[in-house]
T-cell receptor, first 114, second 112 residues
Framework: EAQVTQNPRYLITVTGKKLTVTCSQN?????MSWYRQDPGLGLRQIYY???????DKGDVPEGYKVSRKEKRNFPLILESPSPNQTSLYFC?????????????FGPGTRLLVL | GNSVTQMEGPVTLSEEAFLTINCTYT??????LFWYVQYPGEGLQLLLK?????DKGSNKGFEATYRKETTSFHLEKGSVQVSDSAVYFC???????????FGKGTRLHILP
């Protein structure tokens, strides 16, 4: 079954404690992306990756890092989380050939930073 | 820059009512347009799309027509069901671009 998985699904942490949210896809997609969803703001893109070792900033990259060492994985790293990073995070992947209309989303990770 | 504007929700309707969720866009050039649906506790799923002017996307009884003259892509359904309760996002992407721009989402409640 084609899917994007994220872990953990729920996370409560404290300000300044580094955390990583993992994302993995099994469709051999070239592109992957992270979004955050906030009430009244919709989805905003954080970072995206066009292939292994190739990443670029989205609209709201401040406070986040990513890496793409393998095609299937695209972890999101918060080096020093702050309360304004409390949000619902989605990872997504899509085929470079077929385009964004083939984008698959993960189930989401709800993060609370105290 | 490019942007998407959706009607604010929540929208509350009775079962079998007619649904319209408005979406307008601003873009330089000719975007592809999408509607995504997010059911409670889940990620987004592509509902329908249109890639050029006058195209009509349709799926699960939902339809939207790409109107270049009014820069709109309104979502419609003739008879909604309780199971259609979800958040709906309008989105655009410029061809050959790697970014997708989402509207803020419209929450839909359908009452039995």
């Amino acid at each position: 079954e084609a899917q994007v998985t994220q872990n953990p699904r729920y996370l409560i942490t404290v300000t300044g404690k580094k955390l990583t949210v993992t994302c993995s896809q099994n469709m051999n997609h070239e592109y992957m992306s992270w979004y955050r969803q906030d009430p009244g703001l919709g989805l905003r893109q954080i970072y995206y990756s066009m292939n292994v070792e190739v990443t670029d900033k989205g609209d709201v990259p401040e406070g986040y890092k990513v890496s793409r060492k393998e095609k299937r994985n695209f972890p999101l790293i918060l080096e020093s989380p702050s309360p304004n990073q409390t949000s619902l995070y989605f990872c997504a992947s899509w085929s470079g050939l077929a385009g964004l209309e083939t984008q698959y989303f993960g189930p989401g990770t709800r993060l609370l930073v105290l | 820059g490019n942007s998407v504007t959706q009607m604010e929700g929540p929208v509350t309707l009775s079962e079998e009512a007619f649904l319209t969720i408005n979406c307008t866009y601003t873009a330089t050039g000719y975007p592809s347009l999408f509607w995504y649906v997010q059911y409670p506790g889940e990620g987004l799923q592509l509902l329908l799309k249109a890639t050029k002017a006058d195209d009509k996307g349709s799926n699960k009884g939902f339809e939207a027509t790409y109107r270049k003259e009014t820069t709109s892509f309104h979502l419609e359904k003739g008879s909604v069901q309780v199971s259609d309760s979800a958040v709906y996002f309008c989105a655009l992407t410029m061809n050959r671009d790697d970014k997708i721009i989402f509207g803020k989402g419209t929450r839909l409640h359908i009452l039995p």
